[in-house]
């Protein structure tokens, strides 16, 4: 079996960019992008959800998300990286040189093996688990005021959540929206005091308190929300057009358990300002390790930068 000298794991903005560095490093990375029928890893990560994208640089006119992932994949091959549409089910980290396994986990021996590995699997949004939610992201519903504010201007929005992201996405929307109504089911916010103060403050903030969304009209784009009173049962119907998902990120980090170091909440841990896990070799990028920015651009900054750190490595080995 060959030793590849870099294997990427993952294949969004941070992965992609990872493998464009590398590839002109002539470094001949193997790209494992995951496979389009997985809930997490999927290839192209999250912007292959998302429609259109207007805040990449470069792209004066936007780019729609698929296509600018295709963009990044092409590119990366051009310049030699190899890409597997595969999902890594495991990894050994113990001894170098690391091993991965696609398929069965439990195989004897490892599908590959690499001198280094660049994790960028990425995160997903939590959702709420509704029938034609998937169908409808980018068409009204959204996990991200940053991304896709601009595009609600004059709408009645509802955010879903009580914590910081949930109030900070809803402050950032009343920018744009007529008014934003935060539907949360409990009867008190989890979010920072002061975060709550400003909400409160805020006149273009309503409140709905025990309550959940349980369904999404609308079969093109969102047309309004059916949602249930946690407490009495009682269900009514909100007529807005813009629904963020504000409940959560979880990293796609299950197979690194025990292999590098994690927060509680699943996001690897960096040696800022590198992108050095806590396994000499291993290298993080993307939303896998950052969950404060979560951007595109963020992610390819810290691709590059992984790839850039994995080189340097790799040198200091040889010599």
């Known amino acids: 079996m060959s030793v590849h000298e870099v294997i990427i794991l993952g294949s969004g903005p941070a992965g992609l960019t990872a493998a464009i560095y590398t590839a002109r490093a002539s470094l001949q990375p193997l790209v494992l992008e995951g496979e389009p029928s997985s809930t997490s890893d999927q290839p192209g990560g999250q912007l292959m959800l998302t429609t259109e994208v207007e805040n990449f640089p470069g792209f004066q006119d936007g780019i729609m998300g698929p296509e ?100 900070e996405e809803a402050s950032f929307l009343t920018k744009f929206a007529s008014t934003v109504t935060i539907v949360h089911r409990r009867d008190e916010l989890r979010a920072s005091k002061i975060m709550q103060e400003r909400a409160f403050a805020n006149p273009k903030i309503k409140f709905i308190w025990d309550t959940e969304v349980k369904e999404l009209k609308g079969a093109d784009k969102l047309e309004g929300l059916v949602i249930e009173n946690r407490k009495t049962g009682e269900r009514s119907d909100l007529d807005v057009t813009g ?26 841990i960096t040696e800022a300002p590198s992108t050095r896990t806590s396994v000499e070799g291993v290298f993080a990028s993307g939303d896998v390790q950052d969950e404060t920015y979560r951007q595109a651009i963020t992610a390819a900054g810290s691709g590059c930068a992984a790839a850039i750190d994995a080189e340097r490595w790799l040198e200091a080995q040889h010599s």
């Not at 299950?254 to 170091?261: M, T």
Request: proline residues 3%.
């Open 68 to 167: 600018l992932m295709m963009n990044f994949r092409g590119q990366a091959a051009r310049f030699g990286a190899k890409i597997e549409t595969v999902k890594a089910t495991r990894v050994d980290f113990s001894e170098r040189p690391f091993k991965v396994w696609v398929g069965d986990p439990e195989a004897a021996e490892p599908t590959y093996t690499a001198k280094s590995i660049i994790i960028s699997t990425g995160a997903q949004s939590l959702m709420l688990n509704l029938e034609n939610e998937t169908e409808l992201i980018g068409h009204g519903v959204s996990t991200c005021a940053t991304c896709d504010g601009f595009f609600f201007r004059d709408h009645d929005i509802v955010v879903v959540g009580g914590g910081d992201s949930a109030i």
């Open 243 to 268: 629904l963020f998902v504000a409940i959560g990120h979880r990293p796609n980090t299950d197979i690194f358990k025990g292999q590098v170091a994690m927060k509680d909440n699943g996001y690897l």
